[in-house]
């Protein structure tokens, strides 16, 4: 199983930007992507953005395709979701997860992190 630790979350005002990030423990063979999905609360969880390891093909969800940025550093076996102008409706806890390809479905995702809060007030 592998280890998901995201951080940089936090609470800004709408117009910030924020930088998350989501730290594996290892890089399987079987774990070809990662993704950032959100989770806000009285709604259900909700797929943002993914990216694979090898080529960088990205996928994002509509309501924030051109304001974020997937990104990842090999290397470090880290997941970067770059946030610029938030809006209030971005306020959920971000987690990130791993899957075997590039996916928007919840159901291809193995390992999942403990999330990292981001709050956007008006």
């Known amino acids: 199983q592998v280890q998901l630790v995201e951080s940089g979350g936090g609470l800004v005002q709408a117009g910030d930007s924020l930088r998350l990030s989501c730290a594996a423990s290892?890089?399987?063979?079987?774990?070809?992507?990662m993704a950032w999905f959100r989770h806000a609360p009285g709604k259900e969880r909700e797929f943002v953005a993914t990216?694979?390891?090898?080529?960088?093909?990205?996928l994002y969800a509509d309501s924030v395709e051109g304001r974020f940025t997937i990104s990842r550093d090999n290397a470090k076996n880290t997941v970067y979701l770059q946030m610029n102008s938030l809006k209030p409706e971005d306020t959920a806890l971000y987690y990130c997860?791993?899957?075997?390809?590039?996916?928007?479905?919840?159901?291809?995702?193995?390992?999942w992190g403990q999330g990292t809060q981001v709050t956007v007030s008006s």
């Open positions: 997860a791993t899957s075997t390809v590039l996916t928007r479905a919840i159901s291809g995702y193995n390992s």
């Open positions: 290892e890089r399987t063979f079987s774990s070809n992507a």
């Open positions: 990216i694979t390891w090898d080529v960088g093909i990205t």
